[in-house]
């Protein structure tokens, strides 16, 4: 298995535009997670899905940030507009069933000018 | 409330050396114990996990843990580290009737030849 993959791995933009982050979670997982990490607070929870529906959202810091799971094989976490404390490393994850063992990609690093 | 606390933010230890790192955590059931470790520029992978049965749980890379229940720990050891154990290295709770995993803040190793 590929494992879990997200694209871009780097991204750079301009303050105000408006960025998007893919995943692909293995194949077969039913739970999709976004985590944000940054040195000041570490790693972060932003929203989660089960078998494609979004459960909770709680993490997510503003109106700005949305996401969506159209399909089991694929997300986006949307940032629009963009703000230079949106830089961090983005990370999307998978698991099965409970108890979660999830699987990580190795993150899309967000850097806003 | 459900947390984890990894209280060396950072340690040093030589090649060769043992090592183990802090973990408690808070939990009001059996929790579900994982040990993640994240290299520079990569997400993190799963070392091990316990969710039941033998209390000293085997992992990858040489590393092993040991579920406490009396005192809320679940440390992770290694007898003789070696150059490419550097990196940080999280600990992380969840259980029934939970479907997110709590992180802790991350133990940062670094490794002397």
């Known amino acids: 298995d590929a494992g879990v993959i997200q694209s871009p791995r780097h991204e750079v933009t301009e303050m105000g535009q408006e960025v998007t982050l893919r995943c692909k979670p293995i194949s077969g997982h039913d739970y999709l997670f976004w985590y944000r990490q940054t040195m000041m607070r570490g790693l972060e929870l932003l929203i989660y899905?089960?078998?494609?529906?979004?459960?909770?959202d709680s993490g997510m810091p503003e109106d700005r940030f949305s996401a969506k799971m159209p399909n089991a094989s694929f997300s986006t976490l949307k940032i629009q507009p963009s703000e230079p404390r949106d830089s961090a490393v983005y990370f999307c994850?998978?698991?099965?069933?409970?108890?979660?063992?999830?699987?990580f990609g190795p993150g899309t690093r967000l850097t806003v000018t | 409330a459900q947390s984890v606390t990894q209280p060396d933010i950072h340690i040093t230890v030589s090649e060769g050396a043992s090592l183990e790192l802090r973990c408690n955590y808070s939990?009001?059931?059996?929790?579900?114990l994982f040990w993640y470790v994240q290299s520079p520029g990569q997400g993190l992978q799963l070392l091990l996990k316990y969710f039941s049965g033998d209390t000293l749980v085997q992992g990858i890379k040489g590393f092993e843990a040991e579920f406490k229940r009396s005192q809320s720990s679940f440390n992770l050891r290694k007898p003789s580290v070696h150059w490419s154990d550097a990196a940080e290295y999280f600990c992380a709770v969840g259980g029934p009737g939970t479907d997110k995993l709590i992180f802790g803040t991350g133990t940062r190793l670094q490794v002397f030849p």
């Open positions: 994850a998978s698991s099965i069933g409970i108890p979660h063992e999830q699987y």
């Open positions: 899905f089960n078998n494609n529906v979004p459960i909770d």
């Open positions: 939990y009001g059931a059996t929790p579900y």
